[in-house]
């Protein structure tokens, strides 16, 4: 009887055990950006809620929040163990909800093709051919790219001075990131997450930086060097692959990477947006060497390896704020509001 009880026993716990491994915590993941001169933008996780948030939002808000699309076709994921993935999201659109009216004109008298955005250009109302769009405003330059999560998270600064990132009590670290869109390529070896929101984002690019740590971050090579980083045309995909580490027990890539049925699924999902982008090419070009020099390949399309089952800035909101009111004066109005604001670290 005693034998029996103790087998009994180990049958429960190898179920409890079985239960536990497949309840892992599960993470979303997707991009974030900002544009200069179009100030166009998704902001960070837990960021401002004026209509372009990731999770579950899939929205972008447009010359600093003139109009905003709801409907732009992220290729958000959520994880929930090491591997290898892609995101993915388009780079044009058009607004379909709170449309400032000042610009565009009132619901049903607007002009379609002026309500288009891109990242490297937005279109307004011709006011001299009514019934017509013109540019209304252009950028050849990212200020915020990157990756958000709704990971919480505790961050151990080291001597150096940056830090260690813990999610459930395992260290975890993003690595072997590759941006692509438009045939071209820019990657880094790892890159940095930042501390500023109530959950965990990693960055790419971050103009809003100070200078000095912005250059070490360059040098350092986990960070993008906006002189040297190209911006989406029209037709683009943008696509970031990227390898993740920490979320499985131990930390053990090779043994996460060959997945689940219902994570390749996924991953397969994400590979498919991936190569149709890719097709027109995907995300942000690759340095190709750590200090972001650009080189220019074929884009093969996407894959994501691990489980996938169901995505901050280091931006402050003032000098978000002031860089998007800059950038804001277009068809005789100026916009007021920032792109994208960061949520603080209580």
């Given at each position: 009887m005693k034998l029996k009880r103790v087998i009994a026993g180990m049958a429960v716990s190898t179920i409890a055990a079985s239960m536990f491994a497949v309840t892992a915590s599960a993470y979303n993941f997707g991009i974030f950006f900002q544009t200069n001169g179009t100030w166009n933008y998704r902001n960070v996780y837990g960021g401002t809620d004026d209509g372009a948030v990731a999770f579950p939002d899939h929205s972008v808000g447009v010359q600093g929040g003139g109009g905003f699309d709801t409907n732009v076709d992220f290729g958000d994921?959520?994880?929930?163990?090491?591997g290898t993935y892609t995101l993915t999201m388009p780079c044009k659109g058009k607004m379909n909800d709170r449309i400032d009216e000042e610009i565009y004109g009132p619901e049903g008298d607007r002009v379609?093709?002026?309500?288009?955005?891109?990242?490297?250009?937005?279109?307004?109302?011709?006011a001299d051919n009514p019934g017509q769009a013109v540019v209304s405003a252009t950028t050849d330059k990212m200020n915020l790219l990157g990756i958000t999560t709704d990971m919480?998270?505790?961050?151990?600064?080291?001597?150096?001075?940056?830090?260690?990132?813990?999610v459930d009590g395992k260290?975890?670290?993003?690595?072997?990131?590759?941006?692509?869109?438009?045939g071209e390529s820019y990657t880094l070896d790892e890159i940095y997450g930042d501390t500023e929101g109530e959950t965990l984002n990693f960055n790419f690019i971050n103009d809003w930086m100070?200078?000095?740590?912005?250059?070490?971050?360059?040098?350092?090579?986990?960070?993008?060097?906006?002189?040297?980083f190209a911006i989406p045309g029209a037709d683009d995909t943008l696509s970031i692959s990227f390898t993740i580490t920490g979320l499985s027990e131990g930390g053990n890539t090779e043994s996460s990477q060959s997945g689940t049925e219902s994570s390749q699924a996924s991953g397969d999902a994400s590979s498919a947006?991936?190569?149709?982008?890719?097709?027109?090419?995907?995300?942000?070009?690759?340095?190709?060497?750590?200090?972001?020099t650009t080189t220019t390949t074929t884009t093969t399309g996407t894959t994501a390896t691990g489980t996938a089952a169901a995505g901050g800035s280091d931006a402050t909101d003032s000098s978000a704020a002031t860089g998007a009111t800059a950038g804001l004066v277009f068809a005789g109005i100026t916009l007021a509001?920032?792109?994208v604001v960061v949520s603080k670290r209580k």
């Amino acid at each position: 009887m005693k034998l029996k009880r103790v087998i009994a026993g180990m049958a429960v716990s190898t179920i409890a055990a079985s239960m536990f491994a497949v309840t892992a915590s599960a993470y979303n993941f997707g991009i974030f950006f900002q544009t200069n001169g179009t100030w166009n933008y998704r902001n960070v996780y837990g960021g401002t809620d004026d209509g372009a948030v990731a999770f579950p939002d899939h929205s972008v808000g447009v010359q600093g929040g003139g109009g905003f699309d709801t409907n732009v076709d992220f290729g958000d994921l959520e994880i929930t163990a090491d591997g290898t993935y892609t995101l993915t999201m388009p780079c044009k659109g058009k607004m379909n909800d709170r449309i400032d009216e000042e610009i565009y004109g009132p619901e049903g008298d607007r002009v379609e093709d002026a309500l288009v955005w891109t990242m490297s250009e937005n279109y307004a109302p011709d006011a001299d051919n009514p019934g017509q769009a013109v540019v209304s405003a252009t950028t050849d330059k990212m200020n915020l790219l990157g990756i958000t999560t709704d990971m919480p998270f505790e961050a151990e600064e080291q001597e150096d001075g940056t830090n260690k990132f813990y999610v459930d009590g395992k260290e975890v670290k993003i690595t072997d990131v590759t941006v692509s869109f438009g045939g071209e390529s820019y990657t880094l070896d790892e890159i940095y997450g930042d501390t500023e929101g109530e959950t965990l984002n990693f960055n790419f690019i971050n103009d809003w930086m100070k200078k000095k740590d912005k250059t070490a971050l360059i040098e350092a090579g986990k960070l993008f060097d906006t002189a040297n980083f190209a911006i989406p045309g029209a037709d683009d995909t943008l696509s970031i692959s990227f390898t993740i580490t920490g979320l499985s027990e131990g930390g053990n890539t090779e043994s996460s990477q060959s997945g689940t049925e219902s994570s390749q699924a996924s991953g397969d999902a994400s590979s498919a947006a991936g190569t149709d982008a890719s097709s027109k090419a995907a995300d942000t070009s690759s340095a190709a060497s750590k200090s972001g020099t650009t080189t220019t390949t074929t884009t093969t399309g996407t894959t994501a390896t691990g489980t996938a089952a169901a995505g901050g800035s280091d931006a402050t909101d003032s000098s978000a704020a002031t860089g998007a009111t800059a950038g804001l004066v277009f068809a005789g109005i100026t916009l007021a509001g920032a792109a994208v604001v960061v949520s603080k670290r209580k």
